[in-house]
């Protein structure tokens, strides 16, 4: 019965998936999951901005680290330059 209410109830991506409607555990938490996301949501929070974020800083973290590459790299070329010479 309780299933029947899900799908007369609930929106398509609110619905728990068929393989745990007899996992009272795994129904807790797919309806935890679906509460934190309305909370986010009506706190403001967009998991499509965050993921955009997260990717931006990833970006300028590659980025940084390739900066930093370069500067070790030139900078041992730079003393092996130096050493070469004597």
């Known amino acids: 019965m309780m299933i029947l209410s899900w ?3 609930l929106p398509k991506d ?5 393989k ?3 996992d009272d555990r795994a129904i807790e938490r797919h309806f935890a999951k679906i509460r934190g996301k309305k909370e986010r949501s009506s706190a403001g929070y967009d998991e499509a ?4 974020l997260k ?3 990833q970006g300028r973290d590659v980025t940084l680290t390739n ?9 041992q070329t730079s ?5 070469s010479e004597i």
């Open 14 to 18: 609110e619905q728990p998936p068929k």
């Open 7 to 9: 799908f007369e109830n």
């Open 55 to 57: 990717d931006a800083q």
């Open 79 to 83: 003393v092996n330059d130096d050493f």
């Open 67 to 75: 900066k930093l590459v370069d500067e070790l790299l030139s900078a």
């Open 49 to 52: 901005e965050e993921r955009s």
């Open 20 to 22: 745990i409607w007899h």
